[in-house]
């Protein structure tokens, strides 16, 4: 291989990083800004997920944003997700693994403070649009701390994936 081929390789390969990276935090960014179209678009039809917990497993696109929307698509749900310290691996042209910490920030108005990190260990895979969209997602936490505060003598509502 020719050194500007070399080099050539090497920029893709920043390139595809750099495209994942993308990904991920349009990921985050829907999630927060409750933005369910952009959301579909950073996962494969085939997405496999589990949000730590067996009864929050997943399979399919539209199966998770739909879940993902009941769950934390509500007027009085406010999250901020901050993720961050990706590391990626290219595995082969058109898949990739990352590795994204997490730090998370819910408040279900007006009583329920959750606050924890963990950490995304995600599949991804390039699709024939050339866009890298995230094939398996799983989400470990390290740490939940929860406060709840009832204000108006209101008893907190949980979402339904609380409910399960």
């Not at 409750?34 to 949000?51: S, V």
């Not at 390290?142 to 009832?150: A, G, N, S, W």
Request: a negative charge; proline letters at 4%.
């Amino acid at each position: 291989m020719s050194e500007l081929d070399e080099l050539r390789a090497r920029v893709e390969a920043l390139e595809n990083i750099e495209a994942i990276r993308q990904t991920k935090y349009d990921y985050f960014h829907s999630l927060d800004l409750k933005r369910w179209d952009g959301l579909g678009n950073c996962f494969t039809a085939d997405i496999f997920a589990t949000y730590g917990r067996e009864e929050w497993t997943l399979e399919g696109r539209d199966e998770l944003v739909a879940w993902l929307r009941s769950n934390e698509g509500g007027d009085r749900y406010r999250v901020s997700h901050a993720g961050h310290n990706p590391q990626v691996t290219i595995l082969d042209e058109n898949h990739a693994r990352g590795f994204f910490k997490l730090h998370d920030w819910v408040v279900i108005e007006p009583s329920t403070t959750l606050r924890g990190w963990g950490h995304y260990t995600d599949l991804f895979r390039r699709e024939e649009d050339g866009r890298w969209r995230i094939e398996r997602l799983d989400l470990s936490y390290e740490y939940k701390e929860e406060h709840l505060t009832y204000l108006g003598n209101e008893p907190p509502r949980p979402t339904p994936a609380m409910e399960r």
